[in-house]
């Protein structure tokens, strides 16, 4: 089944589509207007945003996960000016496809969900082994690096989702 999402449901949609989505194995895809492909396959997905100026959407970014401590997502990929949004569902009601359309170079992002969710835990590690970088390999903080990583995962999964 595919289903437009309207533009005044954007903000409510990306933060349930993060829900359901996070961590979800995926491949993301650049249609370009002649029929050209470009893929690109984030790890792990962490979800979309919606960029903002005023209260007016201007894009909406796909994010991955990054080790970095500091800054845990980031945008893979920004839509500029999205015109339409697609969501296709598999037959028992799970996400298999989203596709954003900009409205500026009528090029369109398909993000492929390929597989059910996995865990937040090899995030965690990175950012964790993260940490510990940070502090020049000093031993005997393990517990703490991981606590911390794993505070900070959370921070950013509550952002993306709530």
């Known amino acids: 089944m595919i289903t437009e999402i309207?533009?005044?449901?954007?903000?409510?949609?990306y933060r349930k589509f993060n829900?359901?989505?996070?961590?979800?194995?995926?491949?993301?895809?650049?249609?370009?207007?002649?029929g050209s492909q470009t893929t690109i396959c984030p790890a792990p997905f962490m979800g979309i945003a919606l960029t903002r100026?005023?209260?007016?959407?201007?894009?909406?970014?796909?994010?991955?996960?990054?080790?970095d401590a500091d800054k845990i997502v980031e945008p893979v990929i920004?839509?500029?000016?999205?015109?339409?949004?697609?969501?296709?569902?598999?037959?028992?009601g799970s996400d298999r496809h989203l596709r954003i359309r900009s409205a500026t170079d009528d090029r369109e992002v398909v993000l492929e969900l390929?597989?059910?969710?996995?865990?937040?835990?090899v995030l965690v590690e990175k950012?964790?082994?993260?940490?510990?970088?940070?502090r020049g390999y000093a031993q005997g903080y393990d517990r703490n690096d991981w606590y911390e990583a794993e505070q900070k995962v959370k921070e950013v999964e509550t952002q993306l989702t709530r």
């Not at 829900?19 to 002649?34: C, E, F, G, H």
């Not at 950012?127 to 940070?134: K, M």
């Open 6 to 13: 309207k533009k005044n449901e954007w903000p409510k949609f």
């Open 19 to 34: 829900a359901t989505n996070l961590y979800r194995p995926a491949r993301l895809s650049v249609v370009n207007p002649d």
């Open 53 to 67: 100026q005023g209260r007016k959407v201007n894009g909406i970014q796909f994010l991955a996960g990054q080790a």
């Open 78 to 92: 920004t839509i500029a000016e999205p015109a339409r949004v697609t969501l296709e569902q598999d037959t028992d």
């Open 114 to 121: 390929t597989g059910q969710r996995e865990s937040s835990q």
């Open 127 to 134: 950012v964790a082994y993260s940490l510990y970088e940070r």
